[in-house]
């Protein structure tokens, strides 16, 4: 599992994330913020599995001597 999301696409996913599970427990308690717990998962370890089906990437290519 190679990484697939570049550094400002996992900031922003968790932050995103961070955001919605605050919902679930400050602000209306309503299930979807537990969407946020998709998106801080897949910021935290740089990988989304969407973007692997559809052959997308934000993370710039390691260059390979």
Do not use: H, Q
């Amino acid at each position: 599992m190679s990484r697939n999301e570049g550094t400002i696409d996992r900031v922003l996913r968790i932050i995103l994330g961070l955001v919605l599970l605050s919902l679930v427990f400050v602000g209306p308690a309503t299930p979807w913020g537990w969407l946020g717990v998709v998106s801080l998962v897949t910021g935290l370890i740089g990988f989304c599995p969407l973007y692997a089906v559809f052959g997308f990437r934000t993370c710039p290519l390691s260059k390979t001597p």
